[in-house]
Nanobody, 123 residues
């Protein structure tokens, strides 16, 4: 089992950048694929990015390709999401999640979740 805690959210102007972090507990972090999702008010939770256990493979939602970068540091049990050129419509609670296998799958396929961190992008 793994426990996840996100940080790094906040208020940023459109076009600005933020880096989110997700710290994981446990000695098996390096065996999990990790992902970021986001959920805006009144909307379903949507996939943002995912990364394999070694960091060698990544997937991104089309809407964030070229602007967001997911990475991980297994020595620090942490996964990151660097977000550049942020848009007001990307205001949401951002969650990190873990599962054993990498893939572009729905949120339901992830058994482990953090509590989320709020990102607000002002216009």
């Amino acid at each position: 089992q793994v426990q996840l805690v996100e940080s790094g959210g906040g208020l940023v102007q459109a076009g600005g950048s933020l880096r989110l972090s997700c710290a994981a507990s446990g000695r098996t972090f390096s065996t999990y694929a990790m992902a970021w999702f986001r959920q805006a008010p009144g909307k379903e939770r949507e996939f943002v990015a995912a990364i394999g256990w070694s960091g060698g493979r990544t997937y991104y939602a089309d809407s964030v390709k070229g602007r967001f970068t997911i990475s991980r540091d297994n020595g620090k049990n942490t996964v990151y999401l660097q977000m550049n050129s942020l848009k007001p419509e990307e205001t949401a609670v951002y969650y990190c999640a873990a599962r054993k296998f990498l893939g572009i799958v729905s949120a339901d396929e992830y058994p482990y979740w953090g509590q989320g961190t709020q990102v607000t992008v002002s216009s």
